[in-house]
């Protein structure tokens, strides 16, 4: 049996519980950003590098933070499950830059114990705060 002797290189990354994980050193890591303000159209610029026209997003409703740039929804949703958000006050979406359209779409959405069960967000009243905290969170885009 021949052996293969290929260096592997990781990225070692942590989160605020002092949890570590391994990412491999050619993974593209996005530029995600969680913030309580609203993001800058420098900011705006450095979250558009994973999608180019559009940026996932992450909102806790309760707290009122948004996590934003994210490849996959599930990775904003972490990073606000270790900073003390509860999974029923996140709801994920996005925004397309170009339209500047707001979607209510994620997979992390479907939610059958809170009377969601599709990735849209269902209810009317979450919907629209949602919306609402997006057009807060790029009002660089929304209207200055």
Same mark, same amino acid.
């Given at each position: 049996?021949?052996?293969?002797?290929?260096?592997?290189? $990781? +990225?070692?990354?942590? +989160?605020?519980?002092? +949890?570590?994980?391994?990412?491999?050193?050619?993974?593209?890591?996005?530029?995600?950003?969680?913030?309580?303000?609203? $993001?800058?159209?420098?900011?705006?610029?450095?979250?558009? @590098?994973?999608?180019?026209?559009?940026?996932?997003?992450?909102?806790?409703?309760?707290?009122?933070?948004?996590?934003?740039?994210?490849?996959?929804?599930?990775?904003? @949703?972490?990073?606000?499950?270790?900073?003390?958000?509860?999974? @029923?006050?996140?709801?994920?979406?996005?925004?397309?830059?170009?339209?500047?359209?707001?979607?209510? +779409?994620?997979?992390?959405?479907?939610?059958?114990?809170?009377?969601?069960?599709?990735?849209?967000?269902?209810?009317?009243?979450?919907?629209?705060?949602?919306?609402?905290?997006?057009?807060?969170? $790029?009002? @660089?885009?929304?209207?200055?």
């Amino acid at each position: 049996m021949e052996r293969n002797n290929h260096t592997v290189n $990781f +990225n070692i990354r942590g +989160n605020s519980k002092g +949890n570590f994980f391994c990412i491999p050193a050619w993974y593209n890591l996005p530029m995600i950003l969680t913030k309580k303000e609203p $993001f800058t159209s420098d900011e705006i610029e450095k979250l558009k @590098e994973t999608f180019d026209v559009y940026i996932k997003t992450v909102i806790d409703l309760k707290y009122k933070i948004c996590s934003a740039g994210c490849n996959r929804h599930f990775e904003s @949703e972490r990073i606000l499950l270790d900073q003390g958000s509860n999974q @029923e006050d996140l709801w994920g979406g996005g925004i397309d830059l170009e339209t500047e359209t707001i979607d209510c +779409n994620s997979f992390i959405n479907i939610r059958p114990t809170q009377k969601n069960t599709g990735s849209e967000i269902q209810d009317g009243q979450i919907r629209e705060e949602f919306n609402k905290l997006m057009r807060y969170f $790029f009002k @660089e885009i929304y209207g200055k």
